[in-house]
């Protein structure tokens, strides 16, 4: 089947998503051109306005439509535990965790993963603004959630070593956790339990 033109190159963008194929793509794009035409405004009108104001967190790295996010905010206002922070890949994880509702603590996202097959070193992710933001901590504790592939296990152990003697509880989520899952994709009851029988391994 030959899809018309405009239809065809729809598919073709839907296809970009994660996780998105031929037929997937296919049924979205049939399902958006039976939509009324504010409904398709109103979804290109979002999808515009995701891309022109959400950015970086200036304190956590974790997506925001304000220099600061929501969580950081709290922290600056006492409600929530500066001191606490919870290391992750990626603001999935940090969108998880908010879900999850029983974390108290700040986020800190590191935008990648280790690998040195990838090109992909400590420089080229968010490791360095993490150890500044320990320094300005009373007795800080470093939550490591990494999912537990090759990346994420080198990523663990070199956080580990660049905190070693320096005051620092670190610990990592319970090895409850299924080999290489997302953090964002475990259900509720199955996160709250590995963050709170998380292993100390400092």
Not at 58 to 73: M, N
Not at 147 to 162: A, D, V
Not at 163 to 176: A, D, F, P, T, W
Request: hydrophobic share 35%; net charge negative.
């Amino acid at each position: 089947m030959i899809y018309p033109n405009s239809l065809e190159k729809l598919i073709v963008n839907l296809k970009k998503l994660p996780g998105v194929g031929e037929k997937s793509a296919e049924r979205m794009a049939l399902s958006i051109i039976e939509m009324d035409n504010e409904d398709v405004e109103n979804l290109s009108d979002a999808l515009k306005k995701c891309k022109e104001n959400l950015r970086k967190c200036i304190t956590c790295g974790s997506l925001s439509d304000k220099d600061e996010c929501e969580v950081c905010l709290a922290a600056k206002n006492n409600s929530r535990n500066r001191n606490l922070i919870c290391v992750l890949e990626d603001s999935k994880s940090v969108f998880a965790f908010e879900k999850a509702g029983k974390y108290d603590g700040t986020y800190h996202v590191l935008g990648g993963l280790i690998s040195l097959s990838d090109g992909i070193g400590p420089d080229d992710i968010n490791i360095s603004h993490l150890l500044k933001r320990i320094e300005q901590l009373d007795n800080p504790e470093v939550i490591i959630a990494l999912k537990s592939t090759i990346e994420g296990e080198t990523t663990t152990l070199y956080i580990k070593k660049m905190l070693e003697n320096k005051g620092v509880k670190i610990s990592r989520l319970s090895y409850g956790i299924p080999m290489g899952v997302e953090i964002d994709y475990l259900d509720e009851l199955t996160l709250l339990n590995a963050l709170k029988d998380r292993k100390d391994i400092s």
